[in-house]
């Protein structure tokens, strides 16, 4: 069994390459990061926001080929998903030994469909910051994630979930999201709708229900 492993988490862009209107931090990869850390330590990974950083596929591409990863976990909206498919399309033809995970609302909602594409290998539906560890682990090991709850891969042909997990009830239990590996001032352009930092780079405190 392999002691580490390269990770690349990439938020997409309905419009990348250029500036969002809807700028705001990657919380569920920021998340998924702080649990990686936490749980995981030979996990060496970064993350990539296509929108703050104004990256267009092909540049993506760049940061794939020089960082060489073994695994990509994109995070993405319906909106989004045809940049999915075209990050996915570099990406093997750069590796295609690469696992390519497809997470977020897409994934949760259509994940047969996203898995239609051949060169995405799974799709995790709900949270993601509950099974990262499990499935990391699985490929590591070089084994494949059979009826792994939360997670949809294609086997002989099919697509097979593994079935709902349990969500987190315990939120207090999860470890703080990695905001240092975001540019903080750049979340905080003046176009974004992002209250908490569309002012200076700390966030005020407002209730969310």
Do not use: Q
């Amino acid at each position: 069994m392999k002691n580490t492993l390269r990770l690349l988490l990439i938020r997409t862009s309905y419009l990348p390459g250029r500036p969002g209107v809807y700028v705001v931090p990657p919380l569920g990869l920021l998340t998924i990061a702080g649990v990686i850390r936490k749980e995981h330590p030979g996990v060496e990974f970064r993350i990539l926001d296509m929108g703050i950083e104004r990256m267009p596929v092909s540049a993506v591409a760049r940061v794939i080929r020089d960082y060489e990863p073994e695994v990509i976990g994109i995070s993405a909206l319906s909106v989004e998903v045809n940049n999915v498919h075209m990050l996915a399309k570099a990406a093997r033809g750069i590796n295609p030994d690469m696992k390519i995970i497809i997470g977020g609302p897409h994934a949760s909602c259509m994940y047969r469909e996203a898995l239609a594409d051949a060169n995405i290998d799974y799709a995790v539906v709900g949270e993601g910051k509950g099974v990262i560890i499990e499935l990391l682990d699985t490929i590591r090991d070089g084994s494949e994630p059979s009826d792994m709850p939360a997670v949809a891969l294609r086997r002989v042909g099919e697509v097979v979930f593994g079935g709902n997990r349990p969500p987190i009830d315990d939120h207090d239990s999860l470890p703080l999201p990695a905001w240092d590996l975001i540019d903080i001032p750049a979340d905080s352009n003046p176009i974004s709708m992002n209250v908490f930092l569309s002012r200076p780079p700390y966030a005020a405190f407002f209730t969310s229900r």
